[in-house]
């Protein structure tokens, strides 16, 4: 089955997954996570694109990311893999490639998905056992939403300042939310999703999507289409 196009629509949050070749690291001490920060935030900048959450992890990286264009998010992560590509090799004297092929990305429905995209990726340290509680992961979004260490890099999302009148009761309420984690069916659709390409959102909020690009934007139901029943 030829490969579907990735999907990227202007002013809709993305969730991007970018793995290490075979799974190999991609960050091996602290300076190489500051620079690859760096240069994410450096990129982000130069094609305007709105970073809401990140975490950076020792062989992948998720963001959470809305782009003005359509091609913004393209650029930024082609900008984002030739430059850090480049650090890496020279700094760690290798060559080759460093990145498991093309990113994953999905689009998701912001009403329905986003702060749930942001605790995915925020918890995703806690998940895999490196440590206890996000907070106690430096490289991830969720310092600057607790309230713990503001970070320019991020641009919080409309729907962050819906969860409290003040910072204080926006980063209470964040934290709550991370402590509670996720749902196994919100797990399974955000990893499931992004993965594969789909676009995540209610049935509505797909069909409207699809006016948008003639990108197929949900899976396919398996087997062949139902004949019509013959009149007697």
């Not at 694109?49 to 020792?58: Q, S």
């Not at 594969?196 to 049935?203: E, I, V």
Request: net charge positive; charged share 20%.
């Amino acid at each position: 089955m030829a490969r579907l196009p990735r999907l990227t629509l202007a002013a809709h949050p993305h969730h991007v997954i970018q793995r290490g070749n075979n799974r190999q690291p991609i960050c091996l001490d602290n300076a190489d996570f500051q620079t690859l920060k760096d240069v994410l935030g450096e990129c982000a900048r130069q094609h305007q694109v709105a970073v809401h959450a990140f975490v950076l992890m020792d062989n992948h990286f998720h963001l959470l990311a809305t782009p003005p264009t359509d091609e913004a998010l393209p650029k930024m992560m082609q900008a984002l893999g030739r430059s850090y590509v480049r650090y890496f090799n020279d700094r760690h004297q290798r060559s080759g490639t460093l990145w498991e092929g093309r990113y994953k990305s999905t689009l998701i429905e912001s009403d329905r998905y986003l702060l749930a995209c942001m605790a995915y990726i925020d918890l995703n340290p806690v998940r895999v056992g490196m440590v206890a509680h996000a907070a106690d992961y430096p490289w991830s979004s969720y310092m600057h939403y607790a309230g713990m260490r503001p970070d320019r890099l991020l641009t919080p999302h409309p729907l962050v300042w819906n969860l409290g009148n003040t910072p204080f009761a926006r980063e209470a309420a964040y934290a709550q939310l991370v402590q509670a984690g996720l749902t196994s069916v919100q797990q399974s659709a955000l990893t499931e999703a992004a993965l594969h390409g789909w676009a995540l959102g209610a049935p509505e909020f797909l069909d409207a999507l699809q006016k948008k690009t003639p990108r197929r934007l949900r899976k396919s139901v398996p087997g062949r289409p139902s004949k019509p029943a013959i009149s007697e």
